[in-house]
């Protein structure tokens, strides 16, 4: 059984920072890749960056480049992503994701497997 546990979302001020880590077990990410999906109320998921679990490619959305890093541990089965600069439009519930393909930029369509979500609420 695949699954995903995300964590570290919380309150934080604009310019501030969070990590988001998202434990995975029962996946085989070397075959596949782990990302992050964030959501605002009545709006589409939004994929926000991935990472191969096979070379390592990494994909962010424009929106966070540059502030953003997503990295894994293989030998923790983590899953990071570092938020750095935060600000108020960055406020939604992330979902951690897993696909079983080496494409990065997906939709919520090609997911497979999802993790709980947690909120990240960015003050102005």
């Known amino acids: 059984e695949v699954q995903l546990q995300a964590s570290g979302g919380g309150l934080v001020q604009a310019g501030g920072s969070l990590r988001l880590s998202c434990v995975y077990s029962?996946?085989?990410?070397?075959?596949?890749?782990i990302g992050w999906f964030r959501q605002v109320s009545g709006k589409r998921r939004e994929g926000v960056s991935c990472?191969?679990?096979?070379?390592?490619?990494?994909y962010y959305v424009d929106s966070v480049k540059g502030r953003f890093t997503i990295s894994s541990d293989s030998a923790k089965n983590t899953v990071y992503l570092q938020m750095d600069n935060l600000k108020p439009e960055d406020t939604a519930v992330y979902y951690c994701?897993?696909?079983?393909?080496?494409?990065?930029?997906?939709?919520?369509?090609?997911?497979?497997?999802w993790g709980q979500g947690t909120l990240v609420t960015v003050s102005s």
């Open positions: 029962g996946f085989s990410f070397r075959d596949g890749a």
């Open positions: 994701a897993a696909h079983s393909s080496w494409r990065l930029r997906v939709g919520v369509e090609d997911i497979n497997y």
């Open positions: 990472i191969g679990g096979g070379d390592g490619d990494i």
